[in-house]
């Protein structure tokens, strides 16, 4: 059964993908929009199903699942590693994608749905591939399936102009990203001989005073690489333009889960291949890198705090809520300790949930007044309640207010930050502050606000249904785990203990168990 497991997780990734390449067949055999994305939905389903097991063993043993790709042995074939952190990180990742799916069969009508369903698939495929690798290389294939796949449906209005130019911008810096990954992957080759996570970190040990230097270069240029990723400063300004571009199910996609995935990077560099790092110079080096990142993070969140409140195109002022929110992740990931990684993926888990709802629902509302101004959006949320309360429910969980899961979410990571540094943890509270007065501006104009704009109606009851469920998602989140600290400490405490406390014991399972000497 646990082999099984193990395979399973190998083929997750595998069947978004594969069903992306048989759309077309569904397509021609069918010609019928609710037949194709039902098709794809209902893979999404079968994906979110498999992930939900996985995570579930992933819990009930004391070592990551591998799986062997091709049955090859690592460090020459390429491996899966899913521990607690990334168990619950494809979990989450496979269910909203799904939801994004669901809430799509109601908003994307026009005929280029094939094309959007395939992009879909392709996006969630690279995604999944991202958080369960175990090899570097394959990591930076993965980031490139992600990236290709959401340039297009950035682009996915390709008569617009400003979908061209936006998609033409973040194809073009993310390749820029990606390009500098290839050559850190080629350094890692060249000075230490493998692409293998947990072989580079071993082989880290030993290093030599040339291979020091690569490794620092290596961590510098992977870094770089996953603040593009997630749009922090100073390379998030590709994000503000690409969401207003995108189909609002995309820009859902892009804020609430395409940016994690500089955040699992810096995860899988900083906590796995640097494991071993402990003795000089490699530790002062990891430990700079980490410093630059971690002061990117608090740069990112109080500029785009600031840059929220400025904002009166709805999709931008969320945009900059994400650069804001992924600084605070960079930010927490970046301690390595025990408490940031468990900020992180406690942070991860409610941004990733308030912030697609939260672009959900705010789709309604565009689609009701066919703009994007806040001031046309007035009212909104009383005329559509449910997209309203999703809004508010997402809002105020962003904004972190009690007891909705952002409450504990920055205070886990006020916690790790404190402890960290005083400075950060100040800076961080001064731009939540910045935040809240925007989200609060934001909520009371779209719920509170007198309508100015007539508002027509809209038939996306299967949206409506998809955020009935994400908001009680959000707030079963929020309350189960703030008054139940056992609850907390059992899934993101013991996750973050198995990478961090455990991480020799993890690390020497998958070396003993599968890399040949």
Sequence with gaps: MYEMIEIIAGLIPFLPAFAGFTIPVVYLVSRKRLV?????????????????IVAVEAYSVDHPLVFKAGGWPAPVGITYIVDRFCAVVGLLTSLIVLAIMLYSLSYIVDE??????????????????????????????????????????????????????????????????????????????????????????????????????????????????????????????????????????ISALLSGLVVNTGVIGLYKFFYIA??????????????????????????????????????????????????????????????????????TLYYVITHSLAKSTLFLSTGVFIKAAESRNLSDLSGAGMKFKVAGVAFAASTLTLAGIPPLPGFLAKLLLYEALFEYNVVLAVLMIIASAIGLLAYMKMLYIIVFGTTVTQLRGVDMKLAQTTLVVLTALIVLVGVVFLFNPDLTQSIVGSAAMQSTVNIEEYIEYVKNTFIQP
């Design 112 to 249: 280029a749905y094939p094309w959007y369903t395939i992009l879909l698939l392709g996006n969630e495929a690279g995604l999944l591939g991202v958080t369960y690798t175990g090899d570097l290389f394959n990591l930076f294939v993965m980031l490139e399936v992600t990236g290709v796949s959401s340039y297009a449906l950035v682009m996915y209005y390709r008569r617009r102009p400003i979908s061209l130019i936006s998609g033409l911008k973040y194809a073009f810096i993310g390749s820029l990203g990606t390009s500098l990954y290839l050559l850190a992957m080629g350094l890692t080759y060249s000075f230490y001989g493998t692409l293998n996570l947990v072989d580079f970190s071993y082989k880290a040990i030993s290093s030599s005073e040339l291979q020091v230097f690569a490794y620092g270069l290596i961590l510098v240029l992977a870094s770089w690489t996953f603040s593009i990723k997630s749009g922090v400063f100073p390379n998030h300004f590709w994000l503000p333009d690409a969401h207003p571009a995108a189909p609002t199910p």
């Design 36 to 52: 194709v994305m039902g098709y794809a939905a209902l893979v999404m389903t079968i994906v979110a199903a498999l992930s939900a």
């Design 274 to 343: 640097s494991w071993s790092t402990t003795k000089p110079p490699l530790n002062t080096i990891t430990h700079l890198v980490s410093l630059v990142t971690i002061t990117m993070g608090a740069l990112s969140g109080v500029f785009g705090a600031l840059l929220m409140n400025i904002q009166r195109d709805i999709k931008r002022l969320i945009a900059y809520s994400t650069v804001m929110n992924l600084g605070f992740l960079f930010m927490g990931v970046s301690c390595l300790t025990l408490k940031g990684l468990q900020a």
